[in-house]
């Protein structure tokens, strides 16, 4: 079975640039999930996707970022215009629909480095 | 608002001991606690995932508890290896239930 699929593996920009993420998730997973993860600390959900519409995008800050997942496969993050604190490793991760399937699979991460 | 706090930020031990990492919670009830191992570079992955009213499951050399008077889980790697070195995230469902969130890892490190 193939894992979650990220690209970029790495990107380096200047402040106010903009940039987008890619990922792909496991073949079937309804849920797809967007997660910032900074130097030292644990990941923090940006965005959660069930199917194409929004579950919880309650920390993600709109005013520059944005996700979308069209069809209901794979999505695609953006964030417009970057500051230096946006510097940091997303990860995606997804999972199969239903509450027996709580454990989420993970990407491999695109580390951001804003400068 | 709820958190999930390990307090530890690394752990260092000698080969063949048993690592004991610990993580708390606070201001609300999880249903269930999961663990992940995290190598550098990598994505989180799932270890194991105890319910509240499991006190302790296991898998191979791996042990972990819940105790809801405490509100705290230990997770405990025996025998532990060089390759059991990493960082190992403490998760739990946010409070809507929609989705995870994670405490901020301890990093275990073990020398031979």
């Known amino acids: 079975e193939a894992g979650v699929a990220q690209s970029p593996r790495y990107k380096i920009i200047e402040k106010r640039q903009s940039v987008a993420f890619w990922c792909n998730p496991i073949?079937?997973?309804?849920?797809l999930y967007w997660y910032q993860q900074i130097l030292g600390q644990g990941p923090k959900l940006l965005i959660q996707f069930q199917n194409n519409g929004v579950v919880d995008d309650s920390q993600l800050p709109k005013d520059r970022f944005s996700a979308e997942r069209l069809k209901g496969v794979d999505s695609t993050l953006k964030i417009q215009p970057a500051k230096l604190e946006d510097s940091a490793v997303y990860l995606c991760a997804s999972s199969p629909l239903g509450t027996a399937n709580e454990k989420l699979f993970f990407g491999s991460g695109t580390q951001l480095s804003v400068l | 608002s709820q958190k999930i706090e390990q307090n530890s930020e690394a752990l260092n031990i000698q080969e063949g001991k048993t690592a004991t990492l610990t993580c708390n919670y606070t201001n609300y009830s999880p249903a269930y606690l999961q663990w992940y191992r995290q190598d550098p570079g990598r994505g989180p992955v799932f270890l194991l995932l105890?319910?509240?009213?499991?006190k302790e499951k296991r898998k191979e050399r791996l042990k972990v508890t819940f105790d809801t008077t405490l509100k705290q889980s230990l997770f405990h790697i025996t025998a532990s290896q060089p390759a059991d070195s990493a960082t190992y995230l403490c998760s739990s469902k946010n409070q809507a239930g929609t989705a995870l969130i994670f405490g901020k890892g301890t990093t275990l490190s073990v020398s031979s």
């Open positions: 105890i319910r509240e009213n499991e």
């Open positions: 073949s079937g997973h309804a849920t």
